[in-house]
């Protein structure tokens, strides 16, 4: 596809449960995002790729959150043991490089996690 | 602490008036500043990036940037309804960090 996809669109998980999140950006593009959008405000950073290395991390918000590029394309957001602080729309974006600050991000539809 | 911040809003402006929406920033370094358009339940998608101080023009849109007061505005002329959305700003530090950091949104409605 042209775009950034995310998959799945919607996860209802029980308190607890571990679950993934998968990411495939736009072909070709370097950089890789990982984001948290909780209701009424802007997307909260969690972690950074280039290609397969994992160059920050510093948003990830507790050690339950792990992710992950293996071959530097598609990229998976696991969260163990949820909990109801989880939920929130994880958004998955992607830039050609990253190194330009003008570079712009392209973003996926994300996924919206309900704990419950 | 890098701090993006934006009123919430909602602002609410009639079809065909100028909206503007404001962003202000407090990490001097900041060199390059985008305003996304995020719908209701959707992805933001970018409207403009900016990172020179002044004006730029994209349609009816124009971002001002002054990087001395560290705000920078977005201006929506000619508003629609279509433009009811959250305007979403984000701001990217040099020195090597290339990730944004976004303010919460303003929510914007444009009423016929």
């Known amino acids: 596809g042209a775009g950034v996809s995310q998959s799945p669109r919607y996860k209802v998980a029980k308190r607890g449960q571990d679950v993934a999140l998968r990411c495939d950006p736009i072909?070709?593009?370097?950089?890789l995002f990982w984001y948290q959008q909780a209701l009424g405000q802007g997307p909260e950073f969690l972690t950074y790729?280039?290609?397969?290395?994992?160059?920050?991390k510093s948003g990830l918000p507790s050690d339950r959150f792990f992710a992950e590029r293996p071959e530097g394309s598609v990229s998976t957001l696991k969260i163990q043991r949820t909990q109801q602080e989880d939920s929130a729309v994880y958004l998955c974006?992607?830039?050609?490089?990253?190194?330009?600050?003008?570079?712009?991000?392209?973003f996926g539809p994300g996924t919206r996690l309900l704990v419950l | 602490q890098k701090e993006v911040e934006q009123n919430s809003g909602p602002l609410s402006v009639p079809e065909g008036a100028i909206a503007s929406l404001n962003c202000t920033y407090s990490?001097?370094?900041?060199?390059?500043f985008f305003w996304y358009r995020q719908y209701s339940g959707k992805s933001p998608e970018l409207i403009m990036f900016?990172?020179?101080?002044g004006d730029k023009e994209d349609g009816r849109f124009t971002a001002q940037l002054n990087k001395a007061s560290q705000y920078v505005s977005l201006l929506i002329r000619d508003s629609q309804p279509s433009d009811s959305a959250t305007y979403l700003c984000a701001v990217k530090q040099s020195g090597g960090s290339y990730i944004p950091t976004f303010g919460r949104g303003t929510s914007l409605i444009v009423h016929p």
């Open positions: 072909s070709g593009h370097v950089s």
């Open positions: 990490d001097r370094g900041s060199q390059s």
């Open positions: 974006a992607s830039s050609f490089a990253g190194g330009a600050l003008q570079e712009t991000q392209y």
């Open positions: 790729f280039q290609n397969e290395a994992q160059l920050d």
């Open positions: 900016i990172y020179s101080n």
